[in-house]
């Protein structure tokens, strides 16, 4: 069964850059449309953003402009950049299926200071 491994957060301060990677563990993510999401503390999680298998993006408001979704192919990753870091980007960043989700990996935690 598929894993979800998510890495590639960090301490960054505002303004700052990350980029979250979320690699297949088995097989390809390519034919599948993929989501990134993310859960503060004492919050709900929520959708950041999600690609298509056929690279059709789609971002919440609160980060329109600032991440951007993409696949390394030749790697079988789905990554999320983000760019311009706010301290209101701060939580744990998880990516899954979009449609019929697998159990959630560990996430990677992102925390921006102001």
């Known amino acids: 069964q598929v894993q979800l491994v998510e890495s590639g957060g960090g301490l960054v301060q505002a303004g700052g850059s990350l980029r979250l990677s979320c690699p297949a563990s088995?097989?390809?993510?390519?034919?599948?449309?993929m989501g990134w999401y993310r859960q503060a503390p004492g919050k709900e999680r929520e959708f950041v953003a999600r690609?298509?298998?056929?690279?059709?993006?789609l971002y919440a408001d609160s980060v329109k402009g600032r991440f951007t979704i993409f696949r390394d192919n030749a790697k079988n990753t789905v990554c999320l950049q983000m760019n311009n870091l706010k301290p209101e980007d701060t939580a744990m960043y998880y990516c899954?299926?979009?449609?019929?989700?697998?159990?959630w990996g560990q996430g990677t935690q992102v925390t921006v200071s102001s």
């Open positions: 899954n299926f979009l449609y019929n989700p697998i159990p």
């Open positions: 088995r097989g390809t993510f390519n034919d599948y449309n």
């Open positions: 690609i298509t298998s056929l690279g059709v993006t």
